[in-house]
């Protein structure tokens, strides 16, 4: 903040604060959840979800069954500092299998989204979405029949790319523009932020209904196709946007 102040001329992509911010998984996704965004596109949330702080994984079933969310969880690390710890997902499946977790974590109700999720990276005013395959559905017979902790794959890395299989349109079909661009503005003027990922996935038995499940800040663009082009136009666009500051400054 310092260096800023005195050095006005040198711009600052995006503040450290306001990055601090994408690093907690209990703060993260609020912006979202206070948007609850609606519209006739389609409605985007976050999944109902329970942030455990207290060292004793003995208190999680009883802290889940008072909050209300129901089993299969999500088991995230609170912190998403960007450390391979942090991408460490599991997936439980019943209630004794909460006590063998490690808090501090998040626990996110896992929605059914057909096995695909959409990165939508953005970078200024620009959007690009890129579909990634994800977890496969959980049938209420393999939710009776599974039990356990089990570790999650990190899967949506380059190599999980969905963009050229052969899926079911009403699983595969982009969210709709106008609302990714609505939600985009929304998170930039909240967040304050220009360079960031929301990981996005469809209800599999609602079609217009989205959720949020993870924001990242300055993801792996390299995995984006035309990311250059995209980066170049956001510089070129900085540029201008400073040089009419000073412009108008100066007369």
Do not use: W
């Amino acid at each position: 903040m310092d260096y800023r102040q005195a050095h006005p001329e040198v711009t600052v992509l995006d503040p450290p604060d306001a990055i601090q911010h994408l690093r907690n998984r209990q703060s993260m996704l609020q912006d979202v959840a206070d948007i609850n965004l609606s519209n006739s596109y389609g409605r985007v949330g976050v999944p109902k979800q329970l942030v455990i702080t207290s060292d004793d994984a003995s208190s999680i079933p009883d802290a889940v069954t008072q909050a209300g969310i129901k089993l299969p969880l999500v088991a995230k690390p609170l912190l998403a500092d960007g450390s391979s710890k942090s991408h460490e997902l599991s997936i439980a499946y019943d209630p004794e299998s909460l006590q063998k977790l490690d808090p501090p974590l998040v626990l996110q109700e896992f929605v059914n989204h057909g096995g695909v999720m959409f990165k939508v990276y953005i970078i200024g005013e620009a959007i690009k979405v890129v579909r990634r395959f994800s977890l496969p559905d959980v049938s209420k017979r393999e939710l009776t029949k599974n039990s356990g902790v089990f570790p999650v794959p990190r899967v949506s890395c380059a190599a999980a790319s969905a963009e050229d299989a052969d899926l079911d349109p009403r699983v595969a079909e982009i969210p709709p523009y106008p609302l990714l661009e609505r939600l985009a503005k929304e998170l930039r003027r909240r967040l304050g932020l220009h360079l960031f990922n929301l990981d996005i996935i469809r209800d599999h038995g609602n079609p217009d209904r989205f959720y949020v499940i993870d924001i990242n800040y300055f993801p792996g663009y390299g995995k984006m196709p035309e990311y250059e082009y995209m980066f170049t136009d956001f510089f070129l666009s900085l540029g201008q946007r400073k040089y009419k500051k000073y412009a108008l400054a100066s007369c």
